[in-house]
């Protein structure tokens, strides 16, 4: 798309200041309620990578021996600047991705818990030490920043999850250069914009908009030690073997399916406002979102009655008004999710709530797309077996817990999941059977609180390293095992022998 000098162009942010993009390619920036083009986001060649990460090297050393304490209060100043002005980016992220103002204010808390995390990383940071290992002899070790690390993220929070990344790799001593979603690309650099102002020097924190390009020139730069990556699984994987063969470390969290496996002894009521929630809040836009309900008879036709009975209350609308649920995020992410509705109706699952084509409270030209049930839904249907990352709720029907497990455990996806009951034995059961990495118990959308670290299994996940807690510590710090003595030279003496203790 050319340069459109109408529309206010969105620009980097490299050492410390916002630049113009320069590469002459450029990608519109949608507001998803009123469904036309608001911004231009630039779409940086290699050049423009090559100084956002020579900006974060030339910041490295500095930043890397600047003293704990300033670092420290440097994160706190940061916290507050956010928390002072949240409203501002709850508004921003609204505009973008469309999201309703409740919604991002609470993306906004989320992230914000990774900096408070971030906050006490001296304690995360501290090494072993070993007095007189050998006669003379200590051994400890220490951790060390990588140096420049690369973040790219996806566009369902475009605040959170670079929060889930940023806070701590620059605790911890490292720069970083941020590749956001240019989908939603505004609140990265306003997240910049406000940890410069928080005292952090120029180059620590650098954000590149781009697309392919951009991405595939982090993937290969020499000095980028190690990629973050968060999106959809083909891209997950294809950052994890690139990233990798190109020598870095890397964490590359794909998408998911998440299934609520609901027993006969649970409280319906408690499940049915459960699934409204994790299913259709920020239009069903989260990796975390339910998205297959699996019922073990006999309870299904119960609780559709009151999840559709609670569907037909939801408002829809822009999402700066008082609305339950948004638009998507583009016309073609909707026209894409709506596709997986006909595909499900044409493999013979029962449409029960259609949200094609329903009356919202906004612009006609907004990327709308109602709340969506689906029931019985064929197991080899592409609308189970694949993530729609929309507002459609699938509800499938299985005999027992056993079989309810069996199917969980055999899809591709392993990020979250949930059971709901009653029976302590059978919950505790699930949490030991079931291969998914973040699971709820009476708990529909259980994202791990900042100190402990977030990710799931199989396609959700490539790398062994999660996010943040104490796994995104690890991955931002290499540890060093230091062996000294102090003694007299004159103890030495040639032993070619391995050394022993
Ligand atoms: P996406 O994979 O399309 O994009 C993610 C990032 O990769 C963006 O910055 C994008 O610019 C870049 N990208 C896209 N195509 C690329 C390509 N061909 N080569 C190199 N880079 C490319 O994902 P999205 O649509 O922005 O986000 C939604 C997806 O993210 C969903 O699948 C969702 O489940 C997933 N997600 C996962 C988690 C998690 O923690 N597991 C969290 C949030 C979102």
Same mark, same amino acid.
């Given at each position: 798309m050319t340069n459109d000098a109408r529309l206010p162009q969105v620009q980097h942010y490299i050492a410390g200041a916002v630049t113009d993009g320069s590469s002459g390619r450029t990608a519109p920036v949608y507001d998803p309620a009123l469904g036309i083009v608001t911004k231009e986001v630039p779409l940086a060649d290699l050049d423009e990578l090559n100084t956002a990460v020579a900006a974060a090297k030339a910041a490295f050393t500095g930043w890397r021996d600047t003293s704990i304490a300033k670092r420290q209060q440097i994160l706190f100043r940061f916290r507050e600047l956010v928390n002072e002005r949240k409203g501002e980016l709850a508004a921003i992220l609204t505009s973008e991705h469309g999201k309703v103002l409740s919604d991002a204010m609470g993306e906004i808390a989320r992230g914000l818990e990774v900096v408070e995390?971030?906050? @006490?990383?001296?304690?995360?940071? +501290?090494g072993d030490y070993s007095e007189n290992v050998s006669t003379g002899v200590d051994v400890y070790s220490t951790k060390q920043p990588l140096g420049v690390v690369g973040v790219i993220s996806p566009f369902n929070f475009p605040a959170m999850v670079p929060m889930w990344f940023f806070p701590i790799a620059i605790a911890?001593?490292?720069?970083?250069?941020?590749?956001?979603?240019? +989908?939603?690309?505004?609140?990265?650099?306003?997240?910049?914009?406000?940890f410069t102002e928080a005292g952090l020097p120029a180059g620590v924190l650098n954000v590149l908009h781009g697309d392919k390009v951009a991405v595939d020139g982090l993937l290969e730069h020499p000095d980028i030690r190690s990629i973050s990556f968060v999106g959809s699984t083909p891209i997950a994987r294809y950052?994890?073997?690139?990233?990798? +063969?190109?020598g870095k470390r890397v964490q590359a969290l794909g998408g998911a399916k998440n299934h609520m496996l609901v027993l006969p002894d649970a409280d319906l009521d408690l499940v049915a406002d459960s699934a409204i929630n994790a299913g259709f809040g920020s239009a069903g836009e989260r990796c975390m979102a339910i998205?297959?309900?699996?019922? &073990?008879?006999?309870?299904?036709?119960?609780?559709?009655? *009151?999840?559709?009975?609670?569907?037909? *209350?939801?408002?829809i609308g822009d999402g700066r008004?008082?609305?339950?649920?948004?638009?998507? &995020?583009? !016309?073609?992410?909707?026209?894409?999710v709506a596709s997986y509705i006909d595909i499900a109706a044409a493999d013979g699952a029962t449409v029960v709530v259609d949200g094609r084509g329903i009356e919202v409270d906004g612009a006609a030209e907004g990327f709308w797309l109602g709340p969506t049930l689906l029931d019985r839904v064929?197991?080899?249907?592409?609308?189970?077996?694949? !993530?729609?990352?929309?507002?459609?709720?699938?509800?499938?029907?299985?005999?027992?817990?056993e079989d309810g497990v069996t199917l969980i455990n055999n899809g591709a996806f392993g990020n979250g999941t949930a059971i $709901?009951?009653?029976? @302590?034995?059978?919950?505790?059961?699930?949490?030991?059977?079931?291969?998914?990495?973040?699971?709820?118990?009476?708990?529909p959308i259980p994202v791990p609180v900042a100190y402990y670290s977030f990710g799931g299994f199989k396609d959700s996940i490539f790398g062994d390293t999660k996010?943040? @807690?104490?796994?995104?510590?690890?991955? $931002?710090?290499? !540890? +060093?095992?230091i062996t000294s003595r102090w003694l007299d030279p004159s103890h030495g003496g040639i032993n070619l022998g391995f050394p022993q203790n």
């Open positions: 995390f971030a906050t @006490g990383f001296p304690q995360l940071m +501290k911890v001593g490292n720069t970083v250069v941020l590749k956001p979603s240019e +989908k939603d690309p505004s609140s990265s650099v306003w997240l910049a914009e406000l950052i994890y073997e690139t990233a990798a +063969k190109n998205s297959v309900v699996v019922a &073990v008879e006999p309870v299904a036709d119960a609780l559709i009655e *009151k999840i559709t009975e609670r569907m037909s *209350k939801l408002t008004r008082s609305c339950d649920m948004g638009p998507l &995020v583009t !016309e073609q992410h909707r026209d894409k064929p197991l080899d249907s592409r609308a189970y077996t694949e !993530e729609i990352f929309g507002p459609v709720l699938s509800v499938v029907r299985v005999a027992s817990y $709901f009951t009653n029976d @302590g034995g059978a919950a505790r059961r699930f949490q030991n059977e079931i291969e998914v990495g973040m699971i709820g118990i009476n708990v996010a943040y @807690g104490e796994q995104g510590v690890h991955f $931002f710090t290499r !540890e +060093k095992a």
